[in-house]
């Protein structure tokens, strides 16, 4: 997915005008609407950081680079398992398996 779409994807999720999603990042609709139709990308990093933050989501997943919307809470995850004994990683990676195996017979 391109950033047009993400953005376009994220506005409606939020349901959006392009007017009220340009105030909120102090940009005018009409810029939203060249964004949006992939005519124009943003030239100003503080944009990028300014949808990114509104949206909640990272730079990677607005700019189309990873479909994580999550970033922060992914580090975390990481972070607490890095910190736990190697017995208890592995006991966690054998439920997280076995709860994905159980997932996909599901589908």
Avoid: W
């Avoid at 609709?29 to 943003?42: A, L, V």
């Amino acid at each position: 997915m391109t950033f047009s779409d993400r953005l376009r994807q994220l506005r409606q999720e939020k349901k959006m005008t392009q007017t009220v999603l340009g105030r909120a990042i102090d940009i005018s609709p009409r810029m939203i609407s060249f964004y949006e139709s992939g005519n124009h990308f943003p030239r100003d990093e503080i944009i990028l950081k300014r949808i990114a933050d509104l949206f909640e989501v990272s730079l990677d997943y607005l700019l189309g680079h990873s479909d994580l919307r999550e970033e922060d809470s992914l580090k975390k995850l990481c972070g607490t398992y890095r910190s736990l004994p190697a017995a208890d990683r592995k006991t966690i990676m054998d439920f997280m398996e076995f709860l994905a195996a159980q997932n996909h017979h599901q589908d």
